[in-house]
């Protein structure tokens, strides 16, 4: 039989190194849910945060060294959903929901459903979406700010009966906003192919020695002002469209009542 040159063969095999790290992150999210079932809940919010530099990583490397394919995106959204949609609700449920019962046990639920909801969502506007913006807030900020305040309420040795509330409202709040259309800022658009200037430097290096000084700390205060972040800047966007609106309207005023006046004052001339 004749041979169809025209056939495509598609490339078999997947690339390690993205993957590897992938891998890593899947990992280290499925390790925060044992350790949360263990009891050992700031092991676990520090793995969140290992799945959050792990996750961070592959994306990059798979640009930098040009090895990204459709395998690579989703397994990076399955890896998400293991490690930022389950293993966070997971440790809230069993270090303060489990407490509330039925209605600890829907807090957590909202929360996985939502970042479900919120991934589906953004790989479906891959190509249309602005990559300036993630529209809403992104699951791994998500459970940055859940890690953190978990990791932080241990170092006051508040006990998660005692928080119980309030951590039901954060969950559900976070998975609010990973559902909503505020814009958030994503950086990609920061290019590290090219040169920066010496101050940008040294305020990466300001930043380590800050998380290192107090990894919980800081690491909360962060990813909560990350979190507050898209509703202040949407409400400034809304106030300034409203301010714009107003001086347009006053300029459209003055501009009509000075061509009253011109006209009246024409009408007058042609009388006399």
């Not at 041979?3 to 063969?9: F, K, V």
């Not at 078999?12 to 891998?23: F, K, S, V």
């Not at 520090?46 to 995106?73: E, K, P, W």
Request: charge should be positive; hydrophobic fraction near 50%.
């Amino acid at each position: 039989m004749p041979i169809n040159n025209h056939q495509t063969h598609r490339p078999r095999g997947i690339y390690l190194l993205p993957n590897l790290l992938t891998t890593a992150a899947i990992f280290a999210g499925f390790y925060a849910i044992g350790a949360a079932f263990k009891g050992h809940f700031n092991t676990a919010a520090m793995a969140i945060y290992l799945a959050m530099l792990m996750d961070g990583l592959d994306g990059r490397v798979a640009r930098l060294t040009n090895t990204q394919s459709a395998f690579g995106a989703e397994y990076d959204s399955l890896s998400d959903m293991v490690s930022f949609g389950l293993a966070p609700p997971f440790l809230a449920y069993s270090w303060a929901l489990a407490t509330l019962g039925k209605v600890g046990f829907l807090a957590a639920f909202i929360y996985v459903a939502a970042t479900a909801l919120r991934l589906a969502r953004f790989n479906t506007q891959l190509g249309t979406a602005d990559k300036r913006f993630f529209q809403g807030l992104s699951c791994t900020a998500s459970a940055g700010i859940m890690a953190g305040l978990i990791w932080v309420g241990n170092l006051y040795h508040l006990s998660g009966q005692v928080l119980s509330v309030v951590a039901a409202v954060i969950a559900i709040l976070c998975a609010l906003l990973m559902v909503s259309k505020i814009r958030y800022h994503s950086f990609k658009e920061i290019d590290l192919h090219n040169r920066v200037p010496f101050i940008t430097v040294l305020i990466v290096v300001l930043v380590f020695v800050t998380v290192y000084f107090d990894p919980p700390r800081v690491l909360c205060l962060v990813f909560v002002a990350y979190g507050l972040s898209g509703p202040i800047l949407t409400l400034w966007n809304i106030r300034k469209k409203r301010l714009s609106r107003r001086r347009l309207a006053a300029v459209i005023n003055i501009n009509l009542k000075k061509g009253r006046n011109q006209l009246h004052k024409n009408l007058h001339g042609n009388d006399e």
